[in-house]
């Protein structure tokens, strides 16, 4: 199934009242903005990818694929607010397609968990922040690419300011009794992601 073709289907399956085509047309201009490397439409499949292998864990599996889709539209470097400005994008459209309100704040609340900043309580929330979350404990090569396009993305960013937050980030998730959420995520994903974690700040560190 094609991107367009997932998309168009959940669209469907919500009974949204507007053109699925055009909301697919801005997501996809904004996952292709050229200052993204990692924020891109390949983060969005694999999210999708890693939803549908856990989605029997969902209590409301259409609204975390809805916030999937939307969780990274507006995505500026450095900029503190881009979950906020994605979670009020969804808002936008989904309430101009006439989803139920209850649908839009429950969309809205899960694109805000990934800001990663509180760890959530809601099993949806906790599941997404997981899917998320799952590149952390991708085999090494994965890692290191997922590693490669962040500094792509900062490039702005001087190297000595950038590899202290960068290092404050790694080490704020290793200090976590579990970085993972769930228990499928952390039989799966855990003793990767602390070991890729742990050569990524070696490497910053050096």
């Excluded at 697919?24 to 200052?35: D, G, K, Q």
């Excluded at 099993?123 to 922040?129: G, M, N, Q």
């Excluded at 899917?131 to 290191?144: H, M, R, V, Y």
Aim: glycine fraction near 0%; charge should be negative.
């Amino acid at each position: 199934m094609t991107d367009f073709e997932r998309w168009r289907e959940l669209w469907k399956e919500l009974n949204c009242k507007t053109n699925a085509d055009e909301v697919f047309r801005v997501l996809v201009t904004c996952y292709s903005e050229p200052h993204r490397a990692y924020h891109t439409l390949d983060h969005i499949r694999h999210s999708l990818n890693e939803f549908e292998s856990v989605q029997h864990l969902a209590v409301r599996g259409k609204e975390i694929e809805l916030a999937i889709w939307f969780h990274d539209a507006v995505y500026k470097p450095v900029a503190k607010d881009n979950e906020e400005r994605s979670a009020r994008l969804a808002e936008q459209f989904l309430l101009e397609a006439e989803v139920p309100a209850t649908i839009v704040e429950s969309v809205s609340k899960l694109i805000l968990a990934t800001k990663h900043v509180n760890i959530p309580h809601e099993p949806d929330a906790r599941l997404l922040v997981d899917i998320d979350l799952s590149t952390l404990g991708a085999p090494e090569e994965i890692f290191d690419e997922y590693e490669k396009n962040i500094r792509f993305e900062y490039k702005h960013v001087p190297w000595l300011f950038y590899k202290r937050k960068r290092a404050a980030l790694l080490t704020s998730f290793l200090s976590r009794p579990n970085i993972y959420l769930t228990e499928e995520f952390r039989d799966r994903c855990e003793a990767q992601a602390r070991r890729n974690l742990a050569r990524s700040l070696a490497r910053l560190r050096a």
